[in-house]
């Protein structure tokens, strides 16, 4: 497909517990970034990745983090979920830090 | 970073009409502007951009113009087909800070 994926595509959990979502890719792009989409407000950035080991926080970062110790995985961690985490999240890739590349996006419910 | 502004939120459009959708931006150093394309359930799929050197850009049925003294930005469609039906995203970037407009349903109606 677009050479990125995400797992799991589907989580439901419950308030507290911690989550793990992760962003695979295929291309060696240097640039990685996860975002959230809920109704409203488009796409914001949670955080983002320049390199191995090289992240950023966003416009949204406040209850996530992230790590990316090899160049094709980027991996977001919801210390302790919360209700207003329920949300659907998407990771993007590009090689050039622009034209980015989305992957089929994971749709986490915190109960 | 700055937020984008992008109106309408829903359009309903006759099979054959045209379509615009316009985003305003405030971040002057902005460089970039993509638009995407979301049909339902599947992820954001660029269709098209435009560099901040550049008025208009086509391709086939879409084009996008850009207007760097008003900051705002349009995405035309021309001739649509049901098939267009989708939820439209324009984008601002600047400095790896790639920010998204809320977002525009459009209906192309048979």
């Known amino acids: 497909d677009a050479g990125i994926t995400q797992s799991p595509r589907h989580k439901v959990t419950e308030t507290g517990t911690p989550v793990t979502l992760r962003c695979h890719q295929t291309e060696n792009h240097r640039y990685m970034y996860w975002y959230r989409q809920d109704p409203g407000h488009g796409l914001r950035l949670i955080h983002y990745s320049y390199g191995v080991k090289d992240t950023d926080k966003g416009e949204v970062s406040d209850g996530y983090s992230v790590s990316r110790s090899k160049t094709e995985d980027f991996l977001l961690t919801l210390e302790s979920a919360t209700s207003s985490q329920t949300s659907v999240y998407f990771c993007?890739?590009?090689?050039?830090?622009?034209?980015?590349?989305f992957g089929s996006g994971t749709r986490l419910t915190v109960v | 970073g700055e937020n984008v502004e992008q109106h309408p939120s829903t359009l309903s459009v006759q099979e054959g009409d045209s379509a615009v959708i316009k985003c305003t931006y405030s971040?002057?150093?902005?460089?970039?502007f993509p638009w995407y394309k979301q049909e339902l359930g599947k992820r954001p799929q660029l269709i098209i951009d435009?560099?901040?050197?550049?008025g208009e850009k086509k391709d086939q049925r879409i084009a996008v113009t850009l207007n760097k003294t008003a900051k705002h930005f349009s995405l035309h469609i021309t001739e649509t087909q049901p098939e267009d039906s989708a939820v439209y995203f324009c984008a601002q970037y600047n400095n790896n800070d790639m920010r998204f407009g809320a977002g525009t349903r459009l209906t192309v109606k048979p």
């Open positions: 993007a890739i590009t090689g050039t830090a622009y034209g980015y590349t």
């Open positions: 971040d002057s150093a902005s460089n970039y």
């Open positions: 435009i560099r901040s050197n550049v």
